[in-house]
């Protein structure tokens, strides 16, 4: 009878190990702090709190499946550690809160809950409209929203907030 036995140190490893992201964003989605969107890319447009005010921006880096390092548009090398937050308008985001916006083929906008590399959730983030999307697993791109796909706010071919980003906004 033959056994095998596992090294001490391999049995320990599999006790503390680290829990790692699903599948994390593609980085050709995220900017650089210092030169913010291209015109030569598609990039995630988001809103958050700066620690000051609420404001545009792009992802920089992901740390996690719902923390993101923002950069804030028009302020180069400004970088802000930011949770995904849900059901919340982008005015009432607190300190270190961040948004990603979405339209649906219903024309409606939609906060994302979750985002991963191929999928995202929606959640309504009012009352107002239809909302029929509000809960559902979407595949998500840069193109008009269609059955099953939902647009992402693009952060545009430029530095500058409000140039030529997409900008959803909720009925509310």
Known sequence: ??????????????????????????????????????????????????????????????????????????????????????????????????TISVQGADSETYGVSKISGRKLTVVAPSGAGSNALDGQSLIWGFSAAASGIVKVEEAGDDDVANADDDDFTDSA
């Open 1 to 98: 009878m033959l056994t095998h036995s596992v090294p001490a140190r391999t049995r320990i490893g599999l006790l503390y190990r680290r829990k790692q992201m699903g599948r994390p964003l593609n980085k050709k989605f995220f900017t650089d702090a210092a030169t913010g969107a291209t015109a030569s890319a598609n990039e995630i447009k988001v809103n958050f709190h700066n620690g000051s005010a609420v404001v545009e921006g792009t992802i920089v880096k992901q740390k996690g499946s719902k923390r993101f390092v923002c950069a804030e548009t028009g302020a180069a090398d400004t970088e802000v550690t930011c949770t995904l937050v849900s059901g919340k308008l982008p005015a009432a985001l607190a300190s270190g809160e961040m």
